[in-house]
Each structure stands twice: as C-alpha cells, then as structure tokens.
C-alpha cells in the first residue's frame, strides 16, 4: 500500500477490484474524515489534493485551527525507537 502526500496530509491508497476504482482517506485525522477517489493514479492524486484543499478553505472559512494529521508523529516516534534500539 502507498501513500500520498499534500501540505503536510497524508492519504491511503487502495483498489476496489469490484467497482474498479482506487480510493482512500486520509490519515491521522481523529475528527474529520475526508475520501476520495479516482479511475487512475493521476485522478485519484488530484482528487485527494482538492479534498485537502477543501478541507483547508473550510476550516479558514470558518475560523478554526486544522487538525493536524498525527501519522507523521506516529511514524517519528517509532523511526526514533527504531533508532534507539539498534544504537
């Protein structure tokens, strides 16, 4: 499975063999849950990178602070105990 990247976002890839279309979220969010999805990778990119932008605008729109994803600091924090224990 890969990852997408936006703005600091980071979203899910995968396929559904039945309705033979990639999809995902995006991950990290505990209050929000943005899909997407698309036909091809390039789809799928551009349709992940508006959600995220909507997401942003929204959230400007209506004065709050964006949730910031907490993948990236479960990913740091397990590279950093990786790092500590081959040390």
């Given at each position: 499975m890969g990852y997408l990247h936006h703005k600091g976002y980071n979203g899910s890839v995968e396929y559904s063999e039945e309705d033979k279309c990639l999809y995902g979220k995006i991950i990290g969010l505990k209050n929000s849950l943005i899909l997407y999805e698309g036909t091809s990778l390039d789809?799928?990119?551009?349709?992940?990178?508006?959600g995220v932008e909507n997401y942003l605008d929204r959230?400007?729109?209506k004065g709050v602070e964006p949730e910031k994803p907490c993948f990236e600091s479960a990913v740091e924090k397990n590279t950093q105990n990786t790092t500590k224990k081959i040390e």
């Open positions: 789809e799928l990119k551009s349709d992940f990178e508006a959230c400007k729109r």
